[in-house]
């Protein structure tokens, strides 16, 4: 699923695992980086089993956490 501010892979699998990637063109440091994965940890917490690789294309560690889980919310069921 193709957003302007990520993409979702996704596979079927037994289990729910999670693979956020967000590169050093996002931001240089390592604090912001690794709290984009957080929150994208997250917000899949609950989802249906399988697994997911999300590419981070744009800085969202300033976004509100609800409307970020909902706009995710909206790919994973179209891709589900």
Known sequence: MHSKNFLIY???????????????????????????KRRVRAIFYGVEKGFF???????????????LKNEIKKSINKIC
């Open 10 to 36: 996704y596979l079927p699998s037994s289990s729910l695992k999670v693979s956020p990637i967000v590169s050093k063109k996002i931001s240089k440091k390592a604090v912001i980086r690794n709290k984009i």
């Open 53 to 67: 690789a999300v590419v981070v294309k744009n800085d969202i560690s300033n976004f509100n956490f609800e409307l």
